[in-house]
């Protein structure tokens, strides 16, 4: 089984910044590409940053020049810098991490953190 183990939520005033880490725990053979969503009460779940295995990324328009993403291969990990923090970006964020091959299996499979809450107060 694989678990993604999300940290670096909470409280921050407009303006400020957090860093969220994801980590991928199990016997994790290969993994595509990582990602972070957002949930916002009543709305849907929405991209904010994805990034491929090679390093290639791609943000939501809401967050391009505030926000970056990067992992780390070796620690199975994706960050998440949030610079410039507006109240609209409160959310609970989810990690993605798509297509994880386990040793021994021929298949892979998207998995999700269980989500961290992000509120930035105005």
């Known amino acids: 089984q694989v678990q993604l183990v999300e940290s670096g939520g909470g409280l921050v005033q407009a303006g400020g910044s957090l860093r969220l880490s994801c980590a991928a725990s199990?016997?994790?053979?290969?993994?595509?590409?990582m990602g972070w969503y957002r949930q916002a009460p009543g709305k849907q779940r929405e991209l904010v940053a994805r990034?491929?295995?090679?390093?290639?990324?791609n943000y939501a328009d809401s967050v391009k020049g505030r926000f970056t993403i990067s992992r780390d291969n070796a620690k199975n990990t994706v960050y998440l810098q949030m610079n410039s923090l507006k109240p609209e970006d409160t959310a609970v964020y989810y990690c993605?991490?798509?297509?994880?091959?386990?040793?021994?299996?021929?298949?892979?499979?998207?998995?999700w953190g269980q989500g961290a809450q992000v509120t930035v107060s105005s």
């Open positions: 990034i491929s295995s090679g390093g290639s990324t």
């Open positions: 993605n991490a798509e297509n994880v091959k386990l040793y021994g299996s021929s298949y892979g499979i998207n998995y």
């Open positions: 199990g016997s994790i053979f290969s993994m595509n590409a």
